[in-house]
């Protein structure tokens, strides 16, 4: 029964489509399992000290990984392996292997042995307030999880390269799991340490699953050898500025972390509750595009077909704005009733809820942003060009970075704090300083994602015409959701302390219900090309009819290949 399971999700997934579809299924998945995982962690300790603790231990593991875990990124070694025949491509992932263990391990081992003194730098008033023995024994638990996720990148490759999307998606749903043990089967046991020997569990089940299909590909059937030196070193030499691309996106949370340890107690939880609530469109929405489309995008490059490359692109970009435009605006006003239906439980109280609630808005009005960034991201990485986003990663790392304590000294003047909390309803909730990091945040990834475009649209040109309409309908279709989901919340009734979970659920329900329908019918009046390619994907695959005048598909568009 299991050899036929992962059989079945070893089966390749063809079309740009058909592997969104996978692709957003599996993170929709993986996204209810962490909003799961997030509110056992909010009932059990609340925005309170233990997660502070145990969210800050993750930036310094996490800031290897990408420096590390990048250097064999899908992104470069999925290129890598398309120029190399059946045999070449094992002893290059051999060598990968070998290669990147080494640089991991020696990576992690020598941090954990300066890792108090790095904590205490970072993080001062954490280390006098007493907690600095547990965020260093967390943290040094933690170390192990770069070297297991680098691995499961190098086999995350081979498994993209066959377009078995279903068992690459499966990796992060393995990964909340193994956190989800951490706190339900080890915390009671281990205490505190418990979560973060969950963290390694997850990672090992993140790496382990890929496995056996990789084994069954011909990989791995000896013990690898380094026997590609020069392949490793120049695939090396193309990761580097990616893995500083991504070592920037860390320091910049890392810096926003320091930041918020320096704020009221319970300030990082909140920050990193409402990030992990914003991710949830974002790796629905965005990360499923970008993923989906970049073997496609590699492929076309590799084979001269700049057109197609071009295409693909804005195909992809279309439908992260058709999506996420209107996601944003019902976001912003069903807010409260999202985090309260989410985390709302236990020791996280409506005072929790009301500041999270703010910040998990605030970091959304940047979510078409970060999802267009993902996909030019990786679009720039298809083309061989690493550079960019390097540059606009350092970039946004120092300038929100910069931008974020501005506006924590800003939010200090009175008339700036009265103002903020009446914007934000937050009339008496203590620790709103938080509320600056988040708009700096935001802020500033809307400003790098718009460079980043214009950089695209000079380099290779067509993007800004094929995507015009797709704004322009979306921004309409989220004004619309956004005021109806607004009406339909102000007929019902405003929350109170004494709102029940369903009650709370149920104004939302409707709101949002009525917010997509207006979505839905902007769309439809505006003639919209995606919402008429939705609903045909969608009836098709229902029905499996054929309208009498077919519409393109997104994967038809500027295809010369058969899927």
Do not use: C
Request: glycine share 8%; aromatic share 10%.
């Amino acid at each position: 029964m299991m050899r036929e399971t992962l059989r079945f999700l070893a089966s390749p997934v063809r079309g740009l489509q058909a592997a969104v579809y996978v692709l957003a299924a599996s993170a929709l998945l993986s996204s209810v399992l962490a909003l799961v995982r997030d509110r056992l962690f909010a009932h059990t300790f609340g925005a309170g000290v233990e997660l502070d603790l145990y969210y800050a231990a993750f930036r310094i593991p996490d800031l290897i990984f990408v420096g590390t875990g990048a250097l064999v990124s899908v992104y470069i070694l999925i290129p890598q392996l398309a120029r190399r025949a059946p045999d070449q491509q094992k002893e290059y992932i051999d060598t990968m292997v070998v290669g990147f263990s080494v640089l991991a391990v020696a990576a992690s081992g020598l941090t954990a042995i300066f890792t108090p003194y790095l904590l205490g730098l970072l993080f001062p008033k954490i280390a006098a307030a007493g907690y600095l023995p547990t965020l260093v024994a967390l943290t040094r638990i933690m170390l192990l999880q770069p070297i297991l996720l680098g691995l499961s990148n190098i086999l995350a490759a081979i498994t993209q390269a066959r377009n078995r999307y279903a068992l690459y998606s499966l990796s992060p749903i393995l990964y909340n799991f193994g956190i989800i043990a951490g706190l339900v089967f080890l915390y009671p046991y281990f205490g505190i340490v418990g979560l973060a020997w969950g963290v390694v569990l997850g990672a090992a089940l993140h790496f382990g699953v890929q496995i056996p299909s990789v084994v069954g590909d011909g990989f791995f059937r000896s013990i690898p050898r380094f026997s590609e030196g020069k392949a490793l070193f120049e695939t090396m030499s193309i990761s580097i500025p990616r893995a500083m691309a991504l070592s920037m996106n860390q320091v910049t949370f890392l810096g926003l972390t320091i930041l918020a340890s320096a704020l009221t107690q319970g300030s990082i939880a909140v920050f990193t509750f409402a990030y992990n609530l914003m991710s949830v469109p974002l790796s629905v929405v965005g990360a499923s595009y970008s993923v989906a489309a970049f073997p496609t995008l590699a492929s076309a490059l590799a084979s001269g077909r700049r057109e197609e490359f071009i295409e693909q692109v804005a195909t992809a970009a279309r439908y992260i704005l058709f999506w996420s435009l209107p996601i944003v605006g019902i976001i912003v006003v069903l807010r409260a009733h999202i985090v309260r239906v989410v985390l709302g439980s236990g020791s996280f109280d409506w005072t929790d809820t009301r500041l999270t609630a703010a910040v998990f808005a605030l970091l959304s009005l940047a979510l078409a942003g970060s999802a267009i960034t993902l996909l030019l991201t990786r679009a720039y990485y298809a083309a061989g060009r690493t550079l960019v986003p390097f540059f606009i990663a350092t970039a946004s790392a120092v300038v929100t970075i910069l931008t974020a304590t501005l506006f924590v000294q800003w939010l200090e003047h009175p008339s700036v704090s009265r103002f903020v909390q009446e914007l934000m309803r937050l009339e008496g909730v203590p620790g709103i300083a938080i509320l600056a990091i988040a708009f700096a945040h935001a802020l500033v990834s809307i400003v790098m994602a718009l460079i980043l475009a214009v950089s695209f649209e000079r380099r290779f040109g067509g993007l800004f015409t094929r995507v015009r309409s797709a704004l322009v309908d979306g921004t309409l279709a989220s004004l619309a959701g956004a005021l109806t989901t607004y009406g339909v919340l102000s007929a019902v009734g405003p929350l109170t302390l004494s709102s029940t979970l369903l009650s709370v659920f149920m104004r939302g329900f409707l709101g949002g219900v009525a917010g997509l329908a207006a979505t839905g019918v902007v769309y439809a009046l505006l003639g919209n090309r995606e919402f008429q390619e939705t609903v045909f994907s969608i009836r098709s695959r229902l029905w499996r009819e054929l309208p009498s005048k077919p519409i393109r598909s997104a994967e038809e568009i500027g295809s010369s290949s058969p899927q």
